[in-house]
């Protein structure tokens, strides 16, 4: 299946199960953020245990977080060239690559993320982040662009246990290598309601921005 097929493919899915969940009356964020992660790996051949999405609706800030964990098999993936040549020096350093994909012109600030895994909070140094665009560090996202950089995990997360991504202390999401969470992990975000789920629909829409920049 060719690059192309495989985006018209997963947004014809996307489409019709958000209609399904939207029928539904679906109020978490739950469910969505499955879906995106499920898109990501079917057109990149990245396991899905190895990516978190976090959807960020804040004021004015409109975004979508992905995050890809760097490994071995990241590097055997249908990632762009020029984006493994980007994340290879940091496979087995405990690394990820972050992708911010904004429905609006947004504020984003890669040391507002956090990190719990044990009823522990780490935070961020600015030497842990690095860029690969230029705006991931610049403190603002444009709307229609996908800005990328690299997150090395503070040393006190234990990649084989699960914990939360945290952007801001009000938007988490889970992350498990191993694809079970523990039940001390924090869950996805608050509901947002029925304004924050079209919100969502609409960033949802938008989300296929991000895949003409992986693959």
Do not use: C
């Amino acid at each position: 299946m060719t690059r192309k097929s495989r985006i018209i493919s997963s947004f014809i899915s996307v489409v019709a199960l958000l209609v399904f969940l939207w029928g539904a009356a679906v109020q978490a964020q739950t469910p969505q953020e499955e879906l995106a992660k499920q898109v990501i790996s079917q057109n990149t051949g990245i396991d899905q245990n190895q990516l978190a999405t976090l959807f960020v609706t804040d004021d004015a800030d409109q975004f979508i977080l992905a995050f890809v964990y760097i490994n071995d098999d990241v590097m055997k993936s249908h990632l762009k060239p020029n984006l493994k040549d980007a994340v290879a020096p940091y496979v087995g350093k405990k690394a990820m690559l972050t992708l911010v994909v904004p429905t609006r012109d947004s504020s984003f600030n890669p040391l507002s993320l956090t990190f719990s895994q044990d009823n522990a909070t780490s935070l961020l140094s600015s030497d842990q982040v690095h860029a690969i665009t230029d705006d991931f560090l610049s403190g603002h996202v444009k709307t229609n662009a996908t800005s990328a950089g690299i997150i090395e995990l503070p040393a006190s997360i234990d990649i084989q246990k699960s914990f939360s991504i945290i952007y801001n202390g009000k938007f988490s999401a889970p992350f498990s290598i191993t694809g079970v969470v523990d039940a001390s992990v924090q869950q996805a975000s608050p509901n947002q309601g029925a304004k924050g789920f079209l919100l969502f629909l609409l960033q949802f829409v938008l989300f296929f921005l991000l895949l003409p920049f992986l693959i």
